[in-house]
């Protein structure tokens, strides 16, 4: 029994040692650039490659090398101007707003190809070299500082690694030359335009409380506010801040104050300026916020008055605000204290001489 498993072991090595004899000589050893797998041998894929001959699997390319076709035994070099961040690429990515330089020189399609680790043993460039803030780099591929530009006017910015110089928005100013980012004009200030480099200061009887803003506010009705610049007008003077300017105007309006005005005279709350009473109406006394109608038994012809006239006898005023009295219809009359009104003569008011009101109706 021992001696039957014995024999039967070296049967089956010698059965294996067959069969990868067999195996070998079906394929041989893979060539650079291929591995085997199975009975087969296979090319390494894009991004891979196989350096030399009986490996089993193929390397994925490192960082700052490429490879775009199957079956390599080497990675390309990422050039000057180009970058290669991950493992495995089929390609390499341009810089832009940036620059890179490679051990290997600037790659050109169909032109020289620079191969690791076989012709180099330092990979290309994994990333790029960002413009400085406030520069620009506006070619793709550059391969030095010197193609670097600027620095980005006033009214302009450009943040790390810009292809090109950026307006300020509207509502923003850039003051400066080399600026890496815009600034908010703050309250009391605005800008409508882009590419600027101050903003407009809000003008009396205007505010801006807000940052970045792109137009200033009229004050609401009954309020008003004062500013540095004076009273800015569309299509007149500009006043900007912070080049002309070290103060910026109001960022709220406040209640105007009110304004005392004379008997036969109001101004409503916030009014820059007192109103005359319009005829049917008074006010006794200064500093009236709003006219009175003459009540029924008086009238009042005129304007900007203190006193309403007292109906005569033989006339009456039936309602508020009258303009004048009526006559008594044919076969009716009315007493009034003040007696009879004559035109040209003698007028008898009402509340300062007397305080009782004349006819509103006759009899």
Same mark, same amino acid.
């Given at each position: ?118 012709? $180099?043993?330092?990979? &290309?460039?994994?990333? %790029?070299?960002? =413009?400085? !803030? @406030?520069? *620009?780099? +506006?070619?793709? #591929? /550059? ?13 302009? $910015?450009?943040?790390? &690694?810009?292809?090109? %110089?950026?307006? =300020?928005? !509207? @509502?923003? *100013?850039? +003051?400066?030359? #080399? /600026? ?29 409380? *807000?940052?970045?803003?792109? #137009? /200033? ?147």
């Amino acid at each position: 029994m021992s001696a039957f498993f014995t024999l039967d072991k070296a049967l089956v090595k010698r059965i294996l040692w067959f069969t990868m004899l067999v195996s070998s000589a079906a394929f041989g050893t893979c060539n650079p650039g291929t591995y085997a797998s199975g009975t087969a041998c296979v090319n390494a894929p894009v991004g891979y490659y196989v350096p030399s001959a009986g490996a089993t699997g193929p390397t994925p390319c490192p960082p700052g090398t490429w490879q775009n076709n199957a079956g390599q035994s080497h990675c390309v070099v990422a050039g000057s101007g180009t970058y290669v961040s991950g493992y495995a690429a089929g390609s390499a990515s341009t810089c832009t707003g940036s620059y890179s330089t490679s051990v290997a020189g600037t790659y050109s399609p169909g032109g020289n190809i620079h191969t690791w680790p076989d012709q $180099y043993t330092t990979v &290309g460039p994994t990333s %790029c070299t960002p =413009a400085v !803030a @406030g520069y *620009y780099i +506006p070619t793709s #591929g /550059a391969t030095s500082v010197a193609a670097q530009m600027g620095p980005c006017n006033a009214g302009y $910015y450009a943040p790390l &690694g810009s292809a090109t %110089c950026i307006a =300020a928005p !509207a @509502g923003y *100013y850039v +003051p400066s030359a #080399g /600026a890496s980012g815009a600034i908010p004009c703050p309250p009391g200030t605005w800008q409508n335009n882009a590419g600027q480099n101050h903003c407009v200061i809000a003008g009396s009887n205007t505010y801006s409380p *807000y940052y970045g803003s792109t #137009g /200033a506010s009229g004050c609401p009705a009954g309020t008003s506010s004062v500013s540095v610049a004076g009273q800015y007008s569309s299509g007149g003077n500009i006043h900007t801040w912070p080049d002309q300017y070290t103060t910026v105007g109001p960022t709220t309006c406040a209640v105007m104050t009110q304004v005392q005005c004379n008997p036969g005279y109001y101004a409503q709350p916030g009014a820059a300026a007192c109103s005359a009473v319009p005829a049917g109406f008074y006010t006794p006394s200064a500093g009236a916020t709003a006219p009175i109608p003459c009540p029924p038994g008086t009238w009042q012809k005129n304007g900007a008055q203190n006193h309403c006239v007292v109906a005569g006898s033989n006339t009456y005023v039936s309602s508020y605000a009258a303009g004048a009295a009526n006559g008594c219809p044919a076969g009716t009359s009315s007493v009034s204290v003040a007696g009879q009104y004559v035109s040209g003569g003698s007028i008898h008011t009402w509340p300062d001489q007397f305080t009782t009101v004349g006819p509103t109706t006759c009899n």
